[in-house]
Nanobody
Framework: QVQLVEAGGGLVQAGGSLRLSCAAS????????MGWFRQAPGKEREFVAA????????AYADSVKGRFTISRDNAKNTVNLQMNSLKPEDTAVYYC?????????????????WGQGTQVTVSS
């Protein structure tokens, strides 16, 4: 069984930065692509960023491109999301997820394991 545990959420002012991390259990972490999604109150969960198994390919939602950076450390079984220039509209619960294969995907249905989520609140 795979477990994903997010950390690093919190309250930050607009223009500030936060770094989310996701720790994964299991010995096959490096074989899978990973992604971050978010869900704001009253809205559907949406794709934020994804990274392939080796860290050489990434994908971002247009709304975060140029502000967020996804990275991974396969030796530590972690995936991170550096969030800069945060805006109030970035406020959401952020979820880490494991893709079913090795390559980046933006569709929620391509992910089979999910963390419990971490709250990010950006004040104006």
């Amino acid at each position: 069984q795979v477990q994903l545990v997010e950390a690093g959420g919190g309250l930050v002012q607009a223009g500030g930065s936060l770094r989310l991390s996701c720790a994964a259990s299991g010995r096959t972490f490096s074989s899978y692509a990973m992604g971050w999604f978010r869900q704001a109150p009253g809205k559907e969960r949406e794709f934020v960023a994804a990274i392939n198994w080796s860290g050489t390919s990434t994908a971002y939602a247009d709304s975060v491109k140029g502000r967020f950076t996804i990275s991974r450390d396969n030796a530590k079984n972690t995936v991170n999301l550096q969030m800069n220039s945060l805006k109030p509209e970035d406020t959401a619960v952020y979820y880490c997820a494991r893709e079913r294969g090795s390559y980046v995907a933006t569709e929620e249905g391509r992910y089979d394991y999910w963390g419990q989520g971490t709250q990010v609140t950006v004040s104006s």
